[in-house]
T-cell receptor
Framework: SQQGEEDPQALSIQEGENATMNCSYKTSINNLQWYRQNSGRGLVHLIL?????REKHSGRLRVTLDTSKKSSSLLITASRAADTASYFC???????????FGQGTRLTINP | DGGITQSPKYLFRKEGQNVTLSCEQNLNHDAMYWYRQDPGQGLRLIYY???????QKGDIAEGYSVSREKKESFPLTVTSAQKNPTAFYLC????????????FGPGTRLTVT
């Protein structure tokens, strides 16, 4: 069962623009994580936000979490061609010792 | 060079044959996971293990089997009972405390014809 659902499924923007991806989930969580996957490769952890946090920054990444709406957003500022990848949110439901991944957003940065 | 390795990168098998995918980690992580990814899709959990000699079914365990005889190793066998085995298989590991941040291997692309 999928806990997280990402929106949009695909996003294409020009280099230098900001990219925003959204994730919704269904149950109470301990934390929410974002991962990146380059084509044909494994996933790489980007950032984690705990359920008691509302916003977190890491370099050009900004993550927000709204537990009342059960949603999160990932903002990538000043996008670069190298940011082209799929981005997944993952949640660990309270009481569950595993992550559940969303379907992902395919981001394309056009030079 | 610490990390998680999967081999081989590409694997081809004939229908009806069992095939075992390798996953090894030297991160001293207690937990290991196997996921399946189909084209353009997210990850679906097949099996996971939190301790040696113990493992739990994930969401799509039918047609798969695993073993965890060593902390470092968590091989996945795709059996002939798996109806649609062609997919990209990802192995991951994590600690059992804190955030469960997962570290992924490079994946094995299995093609069954």
């Amino acid at each position: 069962s999928q806990q997280g659902e990402e929106d949009p499924q695909a996003l294409s923007i020009q280099e230098g623009e900001n990219a925003t991806m959204n994730c919704s989930y269904k149950t109470s969580i301990n934390n929410l994580q974002w991962y990146r996957q380059n084509s044909g490769r494994g996933l790489v952890h980007l950032i984690l936000i705990r359920s008691n946090e509302r916003e977190k920054h890491s370099g050009r990444l900004r993550v927000t979490l709204d537990t009342s709406k059960k949603s999160s957003s990932l903002l990538i500022t000043a996008s670069r061609a190298a940011d082209t990848a799929s981005y997944f949110c993952a949640t660990d439901a309270k009481g569950a010792q595993k992550l559940v991944f969303g379907q992902g957003t395919r981001l394309t940065i056009n030079p | 060079d610490g990390g998680i390795t999967q081999s081989p990168k590409y694997l081809f098998r004939k229908e009806g044959q069992n095939v075992t995918l390798s996953c090894e980690q030297n991160l001293n992580h207690d937990a290991m996971y196997w996921y399946r990814q189909d084209p353009g899709q997210g990850l679906r959990l097949i099996y996971y293990s939190q301790i040696v000699n113990d493992f739990q079914k994930g969401d799509i365990a039918e047609g798969y089997s695993v073993s965890r005889e060593k902390k470092e190793s968590f091989p996945l066998t795709v059996t002939s009972a798996q109806k649609n085995p062609t997919a990209f298989y990802l192995c991951a590991s994590s600690t059992m405390t804190g955030s469960y941040e997962q570290y992924f291997g490079p994946g094995t692309r299995l093609t069954v014809t």
